[in-house]
């Protein structure tokens, strides 16, 4: 690349005895002045994996950075772009490292410790030296498009993290038709929705969660600061994230939703790590210690790690669903807690449900979360979870209902263009039939969701509509 230089100057110009400098002085020091600046970017670089090891490469990185920023200042820019109007404006980081990712050090909050960052790979992993895959570091919470079909949606093209960015799907649907001020639901009004109403959506649906895991106490928000804030032992390997969390608690659910709104980017933005942000956000909520003890003497890890590709256990879900990192919730019933209410006559029920059917999930799950509160549901399957709900807050609470009704399914993978309509028909009986044989059976297997949905309403036939089944 021909980098264009200042007019030549006359004979004793720079360079020669006695010759004068083509560049003002001021102009010198200017370019001396961001030079030094660098170091600044080399430190964010280094904090997000980006470091220019190569000589070669880190020379042509700051000159390059130089000549950009000389040309700007001086007016020497893209042809049109005229003289500056005013001082220049600052140098503005990378678009890869935003600065909103992080927080300053004067933010407050607690550093965390290095007992903290070993108790969760203890919790998380089952021992101190395990880390996080790169498909966990890379993954955040990102919608699809504004005003679109799916503007509501989040992107979960991975199988590992997907349980968990369903679950928090879930939270979301049940935020944009049931809780925000509305006067009615409809599936039109998720593709309604632009970057603003994303943001506050993604907020209270983890607000909920951290809150629902803190049963009362005190919710915690972890994000990342630029400086290192503990130093490794040689039993515990570092990941370059950790160990720069600071933690923050809140001991009101509306202040916390408030605070991780402020920094939603935080969570969304690329290379923000915001998947495991909230993760450990979730751990601490729960506080480790409560987390132990509903693990119980088994000490199973929240995560399975199995041919480099790390999932949530039954465990994990357990917390999501519930508020407790115990799989045993998922089936026997759970008390009462935060995030939930019960109602008279039928019980305990979660503020979302879930439904699942697999090979040696055949085991329902417990009513509560069968029969939620409000029509949303996170369901497992052989290919993985998605998210089922209905536009009908009064599904669930009229049982005319449920004769024949709609139910939307959104799996997170990005070939999903639109949101699939399924027609649930539980009094057809068209299945009496086939009542006597197995469903799993040769000839007679049915889509994953559709059993699980049939784990709920026993029977049920379900169309598609024209969509071709895809889980």
């Known amino acids: 690349m021909q980098v264009p230089m200042e007019p030549r100057a006359a004979p004793g110009a720079m360079g020669e005895p006695g010759g004068q400098h083509t560049l003002p002085q001021m102009q010198l020091e200017e370019i001396a002045s961001k030079i030094s600046d660098l170091n600044k970017w080399k430190e964010i670089f280094s904090f997000h994996g980006l470091e220019i090891s190569n000589p070669t490469h880190q020379v042509t990185f700051c000159f390059c950075l130089v000549v950009f920023q000389h040309r700007t200042s001086t007016g020497h820019g893209p042809p049109g772009a005229g003289e500056p109007m005013g001082p ?11 600065r909103p990712l992080l927080v300053p050090p ?96 993604l907020a209270a649906a983890l607000a909920e969660l951290l809150w629902a895991a803190a049963a009362g106490g005190r919710a915690a928000v972890c994000l990342l600061t630029p400086a290192l804030r503990l130093v490794p032992r040689a039993d515990y390997t570092a990941d370059s994230f950790t160990e720069r969390i600071q933690l923050f608690e809140f001991s009101e659910k509306a202040a916390a939703q408030e605070f991780i709104f402020d920094h939603i980017n935080c969570f969304k933005g690329e290379g923000s790590h915001g998947v495991i942000l909230f993760l450990y956000s979730l751990l601490f909520s729960r506080t480790l210690e409560r987390v132990q003890e509903d693990l119980g003497c088994t000490a199973t890890p929240l995560l399975d790690f199995n041919s480099g590709n790390i999932t949530c256990t039954e465990a994990m879900l357990s917390l999501l669903l519930t508020g407790r990192a115990s799989p045993q919730e998922l089936d026997g019933g759970p008390e009462p807690g935060p995030g939930s209410e019960t ?84 009094h057809s009986h068209h299945w009496e039939k086939e009542q006597s044989e197995d469903p799993s059976s040769t000839g007679k297997r049915r889509r994953s969701v559709e059993m699980a949905i049939r784990t709920k309403w026993a029977g049920a036939t379900i169309s598609w509509n024209g969509t071709e089944p895809f889980f």
């Not at 979302?352 to 369901?379: A, D, I, M, S």
């Not at 024949?404 to 070939?415: D, K």
Request: net charge positive; aromatic share 10%.
């Open 88 to 98: 220049p404006p600052p140098p503005q980081p990378p678009s890869a490292v935003p």
């Open 106 to 201: 004067d933010t407050g909050g607690q550093p965390i410790s290095l007992e903290m960052a070993m108790g969760l790979r203890q919790l998380l992993f089952g021992n101190v030296s395990h880390r996080f895959s790169c498909e966990w570091a890379q993954a955040s919470f990102r919608f699809r498009g504004p005003y679109s079909d799916l503007a509501y949606a989040l992107e979960a093209e991975k199988k590992g993290t997907r349980a968990l960015l369903m679950a928090v799907q879930a939270h979301i649907i049940k935020y944009l038709l049931f809780v925000r001020n509305t006067e009615d639901t409809h599936l039109e009004r998720l593709g309604s929705i632009g970057p603003r109403a994303q943001r506050e959506a």
């Open 343 to 426: 109602v008279e006559g039928q019980g305990w029920r979660g503020p979302v449900g879930y439904l699942r059917w697999g090979r040696g999930l055949e085991e329902q799950v417990c009513r509560g979360l069968r029969t939620p509160r409000l029509p949303v549901w996170l369901c497992g399957g052989a290919g993985g979870h998605v998210v089922l709900f209905s536009t009908d807050r009064q599904l669930l609470s009229d049982w005319k209902r449920e004769r024949l009704f709609q139910l939307y399914l959104y799996s997170g993978q990005r070939e999903q263009r639109g949101t699939a309509r399924l027609t649930v028909d539980t």
